[in-house]
Nanobody, 130 residues
């Protein structure tokens, strides 16, 4: 399974940006896909994930501004980000995991957001600045 991010770039505070994660490989539509972000010098943070059946989980700090969706026919998972803030500046990664979504979401709820993720993209840089 391969995953690849696209759509990063520079956006002004208050603006919106959409990232895409392309997934390829056998049974790719059954994998849970997670979006993560990492600021240099800080730990990687899981922010949203989506199951193959489109159940979702989001951490509290982004759930009012970020939305995750997937198109299994096109093997794409989209991260829509609105009302962006300078502190959202980071490299954003997507990852695919074969573990049960209920287990992944359960671990995310206690801060273990890398749990169950098997395949990682190289990341896309998002900069929020005026």
């Amino acid at each position: 399974v391969r995953v690849e991010e696209s759509g990063g770039g520079l956006v002004q505070p208050g603006g919106s940006l959409t990232l895409s994660c392309s997934i390829s490989g056998p049974s790719s539509d059954s994998y849970t896909i997670g979006w993560f972000r990492q600021v240099p010098g800080q730990e990687r943070e899981g922010i949203l994930c989506i199951a193959g059946d489109r159940r979702t989980y989001a951490i509290d700090s982004v759930k009012d501004r970020f939305t995750i969706s997937r198109d299994n026919a096109k093997n794409i998972v989209t991260l829509q980000m609105t009302n962006l803030r300078p502190e959202d500046t980071a490299t954003y990664f997507c990852a695919a995991g074969g573990a049960a979504f209920s287990a992944i979401a359960g671990m995310w709820s206690v801060g273990q957001t890398s749990y169950g993720m098997d395949y990682w993209g190289k990341g896309a840089l998002v900069s929020v600045s005026s």
